[in-house]
């Protein structure tokens, strides 16, 4: 077999590079190094979230005005942290996309002004591939499956070719919005995250009730198991809790309901990854996105793995959850390769799929 050299040279002086993200309701700031030696140092990773009250989400427009209220403390306190300035920089990255349109927008043209007004150069990163880049960068894992996770994605990749496969995902919605919207029927706080709720709340659960279990080769869909625990809620069985009832008592509660919601999904989850995983005949599974950092999910994937004689990669919420961080990372492995975003092309998009991605700085 001949071994390919890797692309990626090693750095004659150190780089740093300012990484904006604000494609969703999360805006962060992080400042990455690369040294000569070839290693990597995390600088700073700020982060600010956009919580709205019990039982609602977040709109396009209002989490917009949060980052134009917020972006300019949380890039002072990143280039605070990481103790350089913003001349000192050698590139600026910002999320092209996917994600929402006004809060991408309004993240987006911050970065144009850095980079006009200090001269630097401009690398628009696709947020997934900042996730994937970010998850291999801190668990060290070589040549994983990826299941990425989010609020907005649900993918399972590998890489092959200067390219992030899809071998499966979503077809309706993601599995972060699944957890999201069933957070906000039982009026579940959005503080810290409605999913992170979700797994407290799941740790009460008794009762392991019956849902649709939708796997299609490689494909998920979580649209019909949403509407039937959804259905559950109006069970005359259906009590928020267990307090006041007997052990005996045949009721549901909004606890039961989390434990089968979640053991569901991650099921589907598991398996799909288990698929690509014997497709490809990998040993490794990384888990990035938000979603990732549920410690239930990342044990169901390491009974799987370890059944195979496999292990698994997962960061903890400074890196699962979208930061700023991830994007410096993709954008400047970009930059090193020669890659920038002409100011006439540093737009954004809502649609950006992991798989339209050059990924140069790989054999």
């Known amino acids: 077999m001949v071994r390919r050299l890797n692309p990626l040279k090693r750095p004659s002086k150190p780089y740093l590079a300012l990484g904006l993200e604000g494609s969703a309701n999360k805006l962060g700031a992080g400042v990455m190094m690369h040294s000569p030696d070839g290693s990597t140092k995390v600088l700073s990773n ?29 890039i002072g306190d ?16 910002y999320t092209k996309g996917p994600g929402m349109g006004a809060p991408l927008q309004s ?27 970010m998850g291999r960068l801190i668990t060290g894992a070589q040549n ?5 996770v989010s609020g907005g994605n649900t993918q399972v990749i590998a890489y092959s070719r200067q390219r992030y496969r899809i071998f499966g995902e979503t077809l309706d919605i993601a599995v972060g919005n699944c ?19 979700i797994e407290q709340e799941a740790k009460r659960g008794k009762r392991l009730m019956q849902l649709p279990y939708a796997t299609k080769g490689m494909d998920v869909s979580f649209s019909g198991l949403l509407k039937a625990t959804e259905a559950y809620t109006q069970d005359k069985r259906y009590r928020q809790s267990r307090d006041d009832a007997s052990p005996d008592d045949d ?76 994007i410096a990372q993709a954008g400047l492995l970009g930059f ?28």
């Not at 994983?144 to 990425?148: D, E, H, K, Q, R």
């Not at 957890?179 to 709720?197: E, H, K, Q, T, W």
């Not at 390769?337 to 092309?345: I, K, L, Q």
Request: glycine residues 8%.
């Open 179 to 197: 957890l999201d919207r069933f957070a906000r029927v039982i009026n579940l706080s959005n503080d810290p995250a409605p999913g992170y709720n």
């Open 78 to 93: 990143a280039m605070t942290d990481a103790g350089v300035t913003i001349p000192e920089l050698d590139c600026i990255c």
């Open 251 to 326: 009721i549901i509660t909004a606890a039961d309901l989390c434990f089968s919601l979640q053991e569901t999904v991650y099921a589907m989850l598991v398996e799909i990854t288990e698929r690509a995983m014997a497709h490809i005949g990998s040993k490794e599974v990384l888990i990035v996105g938000g979603v990732g950092s549920n410690v239930r999910l990342q044990d169901m994937m390491g009974i799987m793995a370890n059944e195979r004689g496999g292990m698994v990669f997962a960061t903890d919420e400074r890196f699962c959850i979208d930061n700023g961080i991830m």
């Open 336 to 363: 090193r390769m020669g890659c920038e975003t002409p100011f006439e092309d540093s737009t954004c998009t809502q649609r950006f799929r992991t798989d339209e991605v050059l990924v140069s700085w790989r054999n």
């Open 144 to 148: 994983p499956v990826v299941l990425y």
């Open 107 to 133: 993240v987006a043209l911050v970065a144009r002004t850095l980079s006009l007004l200090y001269d630097k150069p401009l690398i628009g990163v696709n947020h997934c591939v900042g996730h994937i880049e």
């Open 46 to 74: 700020v982060r600010h979230t956009y919580i709205t009250p019990p039982g609602e989400g977040f709109l396009p427009r209002d989490t917009a005005n949060h980052h134009r209220q917020w972006i300019h403390k949380v």
